[in-house]
């Protein structure tokens, strides 16, 4: 029987234990191949939930996500934990942390990076995965996923030529009429900050802007694709996402 503290071994894997991670871990959206879905950093933690195979399905307790870990990554490399609580914050705490959000992505644009599709751990992140972590840095957490995240703000009108009921700290989103496939971070004056893929972006952490002015290419295709915008004015409480 595992005790806090204890490390995960083979014969402690039980479901609907709770395990916080010593390492960075790869997410996976299968109990097979190699398709990452996100990425759990060093300190999260994670329930069990089911074990099939070479994997196991866990629940990420932060913001409720679910995924596949190969066992091999986690065992000796997560600790037993005692139960878990979400740390839910006010609108105004949130206010006040908005700034070091901002301070964290900037650090984190100015390493070396490339896109990765799943990344939620630095240098190399997602669109979604650098919104999130970006909160994530002062304890603020946002669901994983882009569309998750656009149902999860407090709605803010944004249209190209007008923007300026956004504030820094917004999230910005992208996509087509039915779907949110793409998100920013906003940091004033119609700027965002976004990590875009090869194919329509910068393939990596890159700066861009709402102005019609902007005649740059990754601007003008995201604009193109503008849905609208978000206040984070909550905390996630770690329950599946619906």
Known sequence: MATLGTLLAPDLLATQSCWRLRANVNGYS????????????????????KIVGAR????????????????????????????????????????????????????????PNTYLWGGTTEPDMDCS??????????????PRDAYQQEQF?????????????????????FGTNKRCNHV????GNGRYRHSSGKEHGRNG?????LHPQDTHPVACHYRAELRGAGRVVRCHDGQAWA
Request: charged content about 20%; glycine content about 10%; hydrophobic content about 40%.
């Open 56 to 111: 196991i399905e866990v629940m990420l307790l932060d913001d409720g996500y679910q995924c596949w870990i190969d066992q091999d990554a986690v065992i000796g490399n997560a600790e037993h934990r005692g139960p878990w609580q979400p740390t839910m914050l006010t609108t105004t705490e949130i206010e006040q942390r908005i700034p070091d959000v901002l301070a964290w992505s900037e650090r984190v644009q100015q390493q």
């Open 153 to 173: 703000c407090q709605p803010i009108a944004v249209t190209p030529g007008s923007f300026n009921l956004l504030r820094p700290g917004d999230l910005i989103f």
């Open 205 to 209: 952490i890159g700066i861009d802007s």
């Open 129 to 142: 995965g650098l919104m999130q972590m970006a909160f994530a840095s002062q304890k603020i957490w946002i």
């Open 184 to 187: 920013g971070l906003h940091l």
């Open 30 to 49: 299968r109990s097979t191949g190699h398709g990452l879905t996100t990425q759990a950093g060093k300190g999260r933690s994670f329930r069990i939930l």
